[in-house]
């Protein structure tokens, strides 16, 4: 069934949900319009306020105001299955159903696997290994709970070192074809020394030496999106410092559990790890990817 603009209208009055803004067609963006598993993706409702209460597949969205609109990021897991996602419109109360606004074609995953031929050894960590490790685990945990605030960001994110990629995210080890581990970071070249750049505004939520990332860095861009680099020789800036786009932030080392020196460059939105090149290429001033026209809203089947 095709909903109109007035019978929306009419539905978002009996329900009471929130009502399209006066003079403004509904529409759905989608950034971008067909994602991989492990993808940042943009939602923006445009003509309805306030913000609805929404879901992309079964992960709420978490919105917040834009001038015509309400928006939203949030990751696809890497366990994402391909096919349609819908981004469903809460109707709050048992009295209400669902609105479909529109759809997210997931594509099948493209990650590189290996096969490794025998199964990764379990190295016994040391009393004092498992203390950091867990010590770690809980100063990364207080640097993600920040309070949802818009964001802090009007500029697309820019990469932090100007290198070649020398391991994308989602590399995918597999003993007997289950998994073993996943990358979840993008790995960027470097020599011990080169200079990291913040990727974008935001606000320095941790600043520690942890076992495993070495001397790691975390900002928080505003909307729970965080980036994350790992590594480092020297850390350049405080916990609680503003710090903007292409700001030195630290230099590029080798400290943590690695072999070599780089950069390991990580996204985290809304608790999940994503793929920095799908925020790389995210367009946050442009207009969509995908538009969905009001008159493809349609009912729940
Ligand atoms: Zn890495």
Known sequence: MIVTRASLVLLASLLSVPALAEGAAPALELQPGAAHPGDLVMVTVRGWAPCPSATLGER????????????????????????????????????????????????????????????????????????????????????????????????????????????????????????????????????????????????????????ASGNTVLLHHGAHLFTAYFHMSKMLVKPGQKVKQGERIGLVGKTGRVTGPHLHFGCKVDGLWVDPASLLAMKFGAPAMLVVEPASVQRPK
């Open 60 to 211: 709420p969205l978490r919105f917040y105001e834009i001038p015509g609109g309400c928006r939203a990021l949030v990751g696809l897991t890497v366990e994402q299955q391909a096919g349609p996602l819908e981004v469903r419109l809460r109707a709050p109360g048992d009295a209400g159903e669902d609105l479909v606004l529109g759809t997210l074609e997931v594509l099948p995953p493209n990650f590189n696997v290996r096969e490794l031929r025998v199964a990764r050894k379990f190295i016994k960590p040391s009393p004092a290994q498992v203390r950091q490790r867990r010590a770690d685990q809980r100063a990364f945990e207080k640097a993600w709970a920040q309070p949802f605030i818009p964001p802090l960001f009007t500029a697309d994110f820019v990469v932090p070192i100007d290198s070649e990629v020398t391991a994308p995210f989602g590399d995918l080890r597999t003993f007997n074809g289950k998994k073993q581990s996943q990358h979840y970071g993008m790995d960027l070249d470097g020599r011990i020394g080169d200079p990291i750049r913040a990727a974008n505004d935001g606000v320095v939520v941790m600043v520690r030496k942890n076992f």
